[in-house]
């Protein structure tokens, strides 16, 4: 049996830094902050010991730009004692432009943040004490260097070099993140030590289409000596469901296995989530065990269909998973820490449990951050969501020479064999909105011929490298040269996926027209939001600075042209009364909410069952954030969730309502059910005068809501007798529950004028549980306990009146008698009129 150890205990020293930082270039190295996984990033590694202030604070991110253009160099020393026959250093990530010495021989020169290396160091590794350096060269500066040679080329967000360099790009500083050219060891070092060793595990699966036999590829990388490899597969409750064993001595063997009735996995509003357990063992001649591997799987059948619409042009773009069509909401999502060896387990499990918590089926990760760690994955896989996966190429012109195809091929292969064994995985993207910047740029994105010669020369990489490396290592994955892509232009919406700025960039419609506005996909769109109050004042420091216009929140908002289109959105929808912080903050998040909860409400209904598959998915700009500031996402950097939050959570329920006003006072009224039976069900729904809360007019109907599909309820119902009467909706099952709600409210909200006699009250009816009533109609409540550590299923909602009594559970923490309550609501310190 051999041996793997991680390398840890690094110390760290800069090299080499700007004029004027000279000080820092005889710095003696220092211990690297304890994080219990072996890795090692220079910023953490200042701050923890208070070189540098945390740039997450204030504007402080200003005073540590020197940081990146310096060279750092990280050592280590470590004791040997084997006499086995091999040993391996494995590098899990570096950081990007690395040189490595072990015991004073150069064994490894890296300039691809994404890829890992496994170098032999047998002849060269000794008994006793060892030396292992790693020398950062600035990422910064050699991205310069590369660029001078070549030019200067088209990119949104960041510096123009990042696309000279295999980094992860949202470092250069992106719309929302800042610029933070951090390096490092992000991934750990492990000493493998062995005579004979399983290195890797890939597993292939193929499902059939009947779902009763699904085919299993084991492909087994070993190294050194052996004999025989004997795999074993134990279902989920640990029942052995196959057992097989192959002989042979090669570096990579493929084991085949069938499995009969298999249980599959589904994405979590589908279907239960088996994960099979695969034991790998390698013998040796005298068939004792020298080397085991473990790892786990999900067998699902993943297809992307593309066929022809009824009634409409172009095709669909679903995704069925299992023969069961799809309709994929959920979000984008971004490395959830400026310096990502940050984050925990915890972290990962808290984000994924949001998404799921959201009612959220799919998480697309963004091609300008990192390949994320194995545990993100492992989570999907646990948890039920699907993963739309892309290479990690973002909004550029990127060069193409043979050099960098081939580190790329080299990064793509890695990555693709350590993905390929995830079921939540489910699409590879060849890159993010790099398309687009040809269009912009006014070069076509179709000229045949060598690509390499035009002026797009990575379209080599999209459309040729990355779909043959999938293909050959991930064979039946869907690959998509990019997002968006699909028809003539990157901008078709009746092919493929399209990201929908036009609300916010672009045109700036105003988003009660998203039903206008919608695709096959829409894998991107959003609206910019403060974060809590909580956060901004652990985000700034100086008590002068907590107000919405400051220098430091300004610099918390990295959104081109925000003030202007912040100002527009809130002020062309809402009545702003007070521009005090926290009113600041609310009416952005309503603002917000509103926003988003119209683009799922109105694309969910063009799911309208087979052949019909207008809209088939929509992943909001996006779940999560780098560092606390002001920016799109949905959930703060402290994983505080924003209301859009939990709008975006109603809408996306496996049961809904949807609601929409037509510019001629009428209404239009569906169901939109998720779940694969019919459903029978109470449907309910009131006018009611916003003013007085009377109700004017009442119906209780009988539906039957159609499996995995929207249903028309209502259309064209004319509004009686004023445009100032919101329409109140409810689904009731046959135990008398309330399963769906919704309100149709007139906009712009900014004229309605509510009753200044409003009050919202709260009754606690246990630990777990309480109830908010309005006696009149009421938008908005927000509520917060005051110890600010319990968390509720639900927020901003809304109340039709007295009679509309809502229960909100605690999810996390519990209530007392004594818990108090903060409550907030649209127009609460209305002025008198």
């Known amino acids: 049996m051999g041996t793997s150890t991680i390398i840890s205990d690094w ?10 930082y000279e000080k820092y270039i005889s710095r003696e190295f220092e211990p690297s902050v304890k994080n219990g996984r072996g890795t090692a990033l220079i910023h953490t590694d200042l701050i923890s010991r208070g070189v540098i202030p945390d740039p997450f604070l204030d504007r402080n991110e200003n005073l540590v730009q020197w940081i990146g253009e310096s060279d750092w160099e990280y050592i280590t020393e470590f004791t040997y004692d084997s006499h086995l026959q091999h040993a391996d250093l494995v590098f899990g990530g570096l950081d990007t432009f690395a040189t490595v010495v072990l015991n004073d021989t150069k064994i490894l020169t890296s300039n691809n943040m994404f890829q890992n290396h496994r170098v032999d160091v047998t002849e060269i590794i000794r008994n006793g004490k060892n030396s292992l350096s790693i020398l950062f060269e600035s990422t910064y500066l050699k ?16 510096d123009a070099s990042r696309l000279y360099v295999r980094k992860a790009q949202y470092h250069y500083g992106w719309d929302w993140g800042p610029v933070l050219l951090t390096c490092g060891i992000f991934s750990p070092v492990k000493l493998d030590v062995y005579d004979a060793s399983i290195t890797d595990v890939g597993i292939l699966t193929d499902v059939e289409e009947s779902l009763d036999l699904v085919h299993i590829k084991v492909l087994v990388y070993a190294s050194g000596e052996y004999s025989e490899i004997i795999v074993q597969v134990n279902d989920e409750s640990g029942e052995l469901v196959a057992r097989t064993n192959v002989k042979g001595s090669d570096s990579i063997v493929t084991v085949p296995i069938d499995i009969e009735s298999p249980h599959l996995w589904y994405p979590h509003k589908y279907g239960p989530q088996p994960l099979y357990s695969f034991y790998i063992s390698l013998l040796s001649r005298d068939r004792q065990v020298i080397s085991t591997f473990e790892r786990k799987a999900g067998f699902r059948r ?4 593309q066929e022809q619409l009824t ?21 984008n999502w971004i490395p959830a820490h400026s310096f990502h060896t940050a984050l925990t387990e915890r972290d990962y499990k808290d984000w994924i449990r949001l998404a799921v918590d959201g009612n959220q089926d799919m998480l697309r990760i963004w091609g300008g951050g990192v390949y994320e760690y194995d545990i993100f994955y492992e989570l999907c896989d646990q948890y039920g969501i699907l993963v739309w996966q892309d290479f990690m190429f973002g909004c550029g ?34 890159n993010n909105e790099d398309y687009q910047v040809a269009e912009a740029n006014g070069i076509k994105i179709d000229t045949p011929g060598d690509l390499t010669k035009t002026d797009f020369p990575a379209r080599e990489y999209y459309e040729k490298i990355l779909p043959h490396v999938t293909e050959k290592h991930y064979p039946g994955i869907y690959y998509h040269r990019g997002s968006p892509y699909g028809g003539a232009t990157t901008k078709d919406r009746s092919i493929g996926d399209i990201h929908q700025w036009n609300v916010w960039h672009g045109t700036q419609e105003k988003y009660q027209d998203w039903a206008k506005l919608s695709g096959r996909f829409v894998s991107e769109f959003g609206m910019l939001a403060f974060p809590k109050l909580q956060t901004i004042q652990a985000m700034i420091t100086d008590p002068d600075e907590l107000y919405p216009q400051s220098k430091t929140m300004d610099h918390h908002d990295k ?23 926290a009113s600041w903050i609310y009416a952005t998040q309503l603002m917000q909410a509103e926003c988003l909860a119209y683009a799922y409400r109105c694309w969910r209904r063009e799911w309208r069952g087979s052949g019909r598959e207008y809209v088939a998915g929509a992943l909001v700009w996006q779940l999560d954030d780098c560092w606390p500031v002001t920016s799109w996402a949905i959930c703060d950097f402290f994983k505080r969730p924003k209301l859009a939050y939990f709008a975006i959570k109603r809408e996306c ?34 006018v009611i005068e916003v003013h007085s809360g009377k109700v004017v007019m009442s119906e209780n109907l009988l539906v039957q809501l159609l499996p995995n599909q929207s249903t028309e309820l209502i259309t064209g119902y004319k509004i009686e007798p004023s445009p100032y009467v919101f329409v109140f909706a409810q689904l009731i099952d046959s135990h008398g529950f309330e399963v769906g709600r919704a309100f149709d409210w007139p906009q712009p909200l900014k004229y309605l004028k509510f009753s200044q006699s409003t009050k919202v009250t709260t009754e606690i009816v246990d630990n777990k549980t309480v109830k908010i009533r309005s006696d009149f109609p009421v938008k908005g409540v927000a509520i917060e306990a005051d110890s600010g550590t319990v968390e509720f299923h639900d927020n901003g909602i809304d109340l039709a009146g007295p009679d509309d009594i809502f229960e909100l559970k605690v999810v996390n923490g519990s209530l007392t008698e004594d818990t108090l309550f903060s409550v907030e609501y649209y127009m609460k310190n209305q002025e008198s009129t």
């Open 11 to 20: 110390m760290w020293r800069c090299v080499k830094t700007p004029s004027g």
């Open 143 to 158: 991205g310069k260097e590369l660029e001078s040679k070549a030019n200067v080329l088209p990119c949104w967000n960041g």
């Open 302 to 305: 993943a297809e992307v269909i």
């Open 311 to 331: 009634d409409q042009s172009g095709t669909s773009f679903y995704f069925k998973i299992n023969n069961i069509p799809v309709f994929c909401a959920g979000s």
């Open 397 to 430: 012109l990127y060069p193409y020479c043979s050099d960098l195809a081939e580190s790329i091929s080299l990064e793509a292969e890695q990555q693709v064999c350590r993905l390929r064994n995830y079921c939540s995985v489910v699409l590879f993207a060849g």
């Open 559 to 581: 959104a081109d042209g925000f003030e202007r289109r912040l100002a527009l959105y809130v002020m062309e929808n809402l009545r702003v009364t007070d521009m005090n912080l």
């Open 653 to 686: 329920a496996k049961i809904q309502i949807g609601m929409y006003r037509n510019n001629d006072d009428t209404i239009d009224i569906w169901g939109v059910n998720s779940t694969l039976k019919c459903e029978s069900l109470q449907f309910r729904y009131q």
